[in-house]
Structure formats: C-alpha cells, structure tokens
C-alpha cells in the first residue's frame, strides 16, 4: 500500500482516517479501479433519478444555497401529485446559469458508489456517506464553511481549485458557513484534476472553485461515533450493576447516599471492558447511518 492510491488502505485491518489519506496538505491518486466504478456518477444520470427531491439535492449560486421551493413543483398533493418533487427544467437551467448542484446521499442511487460507501464504512467502522457536487465552468461552489466530519473529495470529472485551511482549527469551531471570507489562518491551494483526491478533517475550512472547465467531485462524508456515544453506553453499562439507592432512607441522608451511588457507579465504570463498547457504540452508529 502506498501513499499515491490512498483507498487502498482500506484493504488493511484496522486502519485509521488519518494513515489512509496519508498528509491532508497534498491531493492523492485514486486507484483507476475505484475512478472506474465512479464513472456512472454524472449531473445528468442523478438528475433521471425519480425519486430524487429537496432535501436529498439543493443548489448553490454564488457560494450561497438556494431555498429548496426555488426547484420543487409547486401546488399541493391534492392538486398536483408531483408536488415536491424536483423540477428538472428548473434544476438543468440553474446548472446553465451556472449554479451548483449537490445531491445528498448519491450512494442510495448509484450501486457502484454504494459499494465503495460500505467498503469504506466497514473498513473504518464508521458511518460514511456521500455528496455530489456539480459545478459549471468557472464558478464556485459553496462559500467558505466547515464540515463536522471527516470528508475526502475525489474528483471525477474535470477540475476544480481548492483552498483549504492548513491546520485543523487549535480553538472552538461550528460547522457551517464561516462568517468571515475565509479563516483567519494559513491556506493551501490546490487544483484537483480527474483520478485526484484531498483529505479534509473535521473542522477544517475550505471553499472550492470551477476551473474553465465543469467539475463534477464526489465527497465521501465519514463520521466516527460521537464521544457522548461512548459516555452514554458507559453510564447505561455501569449503572446496571449499581446496587446502592438514592430514594430509600432519610431526606437528611440523601447527598451521603448520593456519593456512595457515585464511588459504585465510578468502580463500575472503571471494570468495563471499553473495546467492547466501543465496538457497540461502532455498530449502533454504523446502523445509524
């Protein structure tokens, strides 16, 4: 396994993010196999998809998100049973005008990516999902933001210039747009051509661009299980075998029950087994997804 096809990686036990997408401040080569099964996933083949309506795709103009009722079929159920759905003249000519289109959770839609998806998710044992980004010649995609999981962002088709934060934030941050034009610290630039990859962490800001060409990208979307997951299941696991009562006895006694049930639940705590729960609080996230 090398650094220039980081989804092999994910052939190896127990690997981490970090280790399979290798330094987050260069793009990777993709294997021409996974470019490969990626090759179904256009604007146009998505755009076929009956099914596919707002929440599951929105569109950007720029770098801003546009309202949702801007590209459904308007009327009611009653009147109109396609109400809701996507309007796909109005989805094709916002694309002309140059608009971004995302679809959400691509990997429900196309098999290929699907399976990719659940390699990834297996091999991580994390919940990985998937956005496609279209983007015509020389217009933006979203604005500046940042993303609260783990993404990597294979270019599929043409090329886009990226610029991205060059060290996860050292201070509290909020996914979503940022406030400012950009961060306030150091920014890489990269431009990613078809095959090419980039690793982004939680919490790392980054905009992106259209070259002269259109760029179609595929975001894989990694979420680890949360740490309140893990202290959720620890609590649930450990009170179980807590025999000390809180609502017995007298009122004047309540904060010395009350620290006895503590020094239980903490001597409780500290015997369970945590590979264990964690590969619970794994499955359940897994599940989730």
Known sequence: MTLSYGFDLLTAESVDITTAWGKRTTSLSITPAVLT????????????????????????????QLPDCEVIIGGT????????????????SLVTQGATAMVYQ????????????????????ATCGTTVFHTPPGNPGLGWHRDGQHVVAVQIAGSKEWRVEKNVPAHWWASG????????????????RRGEALYMPPGVAHTAQATNESSTHVSFVI??????????????????????????????????RAATVARELAAAIHELDTDELLKMVEEDAMEAG
């Open 177 to 192: 747009a940022l406030v400012a034009d950009g961060p306030d610290t150091d920014v890489a630039h990269f431009t990613l």
């Open 77 to 92: 159920p009653e009147t109109n049973p396609d109400a809701g759905l996507l309007d796909r003249a109005k989805a094709r």
């Open 37 to 64: 099964s990626l090759d179904r996933v256009t604007i146009d083949r998505l755009l076929e998809e009956r099914s596919l309506r707002p929440p599951n795709i929105s569109f950007a103009r720029n770098g801003r």
């Open 106 to 125: 691509a990997h429900q839609l196309i098999d290929s990516l699907g399976a990719i998806c659940a390699h990834i998710s297996a091999t991580l044992r």
């Open 223 to 256: 979420q680890e299980p949360e740490t309140k997951d893990l202290v959720l299941a620890m609590f649930e696991r450990a009170s179980q075998s807590v025999k000390a009562r809180l609502d017995e006895g007298p009122i004047a006694q309540r904060t010395t």
